[in-house]
Structure formats: structure tokens, C-alpha cells
Nanobody, 119 residues
Framework: VQLVESGGGLVQAGGSLRLSCAAS????????MGWFRQAPGKEREFVAQ????????SYTDSVKGRFSISRDNAKNTMYLQMNSLKPEDTAVYYC?????????????WGQGTLVTVSS
């Protein structure tokens, strides 16, 4: 599967953005999906994840109540709605897909989309 993020950009603090992650060359329904981010000079960190059927979601504490992860398997697309953005949310955001196949865990990453939040 190939993953392509979009929707990043420059936004003022308190604003909103919606990121999209589109999957191709594969069926997203087979994958648990998640969002990660990497700020300048820092390691990549977990943001949110969603199960294959959207029955389960989880978030890192710093985004709870502000971000919402969702997916539309019919469109092969995952989303991250980001509200009340803060300057510390500035990072490159990556989508990740994982699935088990023949006993192995397969992991795929997108190329990232930059989110910049100005104060």
C-alpha cells in the first residue's frame, strides 16, 4: 500500500486543519492506521490511532479533546481533524498503516505533511 498525506499548512494558534491520508495500491480496510508527528529536532511521536473498523481510537494526552481521528474505508482515506491548534503542534505529520500477513507485521509510512502553527 502507498500512503499520501495532504492538508498541512500554516495556521494561527487556535485555528483548525484537517489532514488526509489516502491509500492506494491496497485496501485500507486491512490496516490499522495511525498518525505520528515529528517536530524539528525531536523524535517522531505517536499522535492517534484507529482500528480497522473504527471501533477503537486512542490519542496521546497532549491532543485529547482537540484532535479527532477517523477513516472512510470506502474512500480508502483516513483523517485527522485538528482543532484549537497550538504552536507546539508544529511538526511534520505522518500517517502509518500496519497489518499482519503470514505471521509478519507489515508497516507503511507516508511522506509527511508539514503543519506550522504560528503564535
Amino acid at each position: 500500500v502507498q500512503l499520501v498525506e495532504s492538508g498541512g499548512g500554516l495556521v494561527q494558534a487556535g485555528g483548525s486543519l484537517r489532514l488526509s491520508c489516502a491509500a492506494s495500491q491496497g485496501d485500507m480496510r486491512s490496516y490499522g492506521m495511525g498518525w505520528f508527528r515529528q517536530a524539528p529536532g525531536k523524535e517522531r511521536e505517536f499522535v492517534a490511532q484507529i482500528s480497522r473498523t473504527s471501533s477503537t481510537t486512542s490519542y496521546t494526552d497532549s491532543v485529547k479533546g482537540r484532535f479527532s481521528i477517523s477513516r472512510d474505508n470506502a474512500k480508502n482515506t483516513m483523517y485527522l481533524q485538528m482543532n484549537s491548534l497550538k504552536p507546539e503542534d508544529t511538526a511534520v505529520y505522518y500517517c502509518k498503516g500496519t497489518r499482519r500477513r503470514l505471521g509478519s507485521l507489515l508497516t507503511y509510512w507516508g511522506q509527511g505533511t508539514l503543519v506550522t502553527v504560528s503564535s
